[in-house]
């Protein structure tokens, strides 16, 4: 059972590799804090009028990374609330300073088996059109991980359910600020 969690007073922002579960982690997350909650995928694809698939396909990875940059600012310029972002999102060195700055960051991190079978169930990830889902994910791995180490927070989130997910990042969020507060700064 979790113990009842404040509101936060910064923007939650969940990153971490596809299949991790940002989104539905997320969204449980932000109920369980009465927050406002904002897939950044999402947000894209109702910016564009289309599928992120579509914009990676006519456009590139580059120009999807700057538009998904563009949404996440206007986000962040919101009040508080629980972003789920894109696996490559903190990637982006604008994208990821952003968040650093506005964000309370947290990597949601699972083996990479756990991650295969996940992602292997659906065909709408775009990076994964045609190929071996566990090759894909140990290479992002090896190029994101060094990134994903600089977020806030690091809650491995293993094959537990999405609600053990939000109970371990409740405990990692008041374990920070306990100890943030102890040493006189802000959460």
């Known amino acids: 059972m979790s113990m009842p969690a404040a509101p936060a007073r910064r923007t939650l922002a969940l990153v971490g590799l596809m299949g991790v ?3 539905s982690v997320g969204r449980r997350l932000a109920r369980a804090l009465d927050m406002a909650f904002y897939d950044a995928d999402e947000e894209i694809e ?19 990374r700057s538009g998904e940059h563009r949404v996440i600012a206007r986000l962040l310029r919101g009040p508080p609330h629980v972003l789920a972002t894109g696996g ?8 990821r300073r952003l968040l650093k700055e506005t964000a309370l960051t947290i990597w949601l ?4 088996e756990v991650l295969a079978r996940r992602v292997a169930r659906r065909d709408t990830r775009p990076l994964l ?3 071996d889902p566990m090759e894909v994910l140990k290479a992002q791995a090896e190029a994101r991980y060094p990134n994903y180490a600089l977020a806030d927070i690091t809650v491995e989130t293993g094959e537990s359910s ?15 600020s306990a100890t943030t507060q102890a040493a006189g700064g802000a959460a």
Do not use: Y
């Open 129 to 131: 059109r045609g190929k």
């Open 162 to 176: 999405h609600q053990a997910a939000v109970e371990a990042i409740l405990r990692a969020i008041r374990a920070r």
């Open 109 to 112: 991190k699972c083996d990479l």
């Open 46 to 64: 109702r910016a564009a009028g289309r599928p992120v698939s579509e914009i990676f396909a006519e456009l590139g990875e580059p120009e999807f």
């Open 21 to 23: 579960g940002k989104s």
């Open 88 to 95: 490559g999102a903190f990637q982006h060195e604008e994208t």
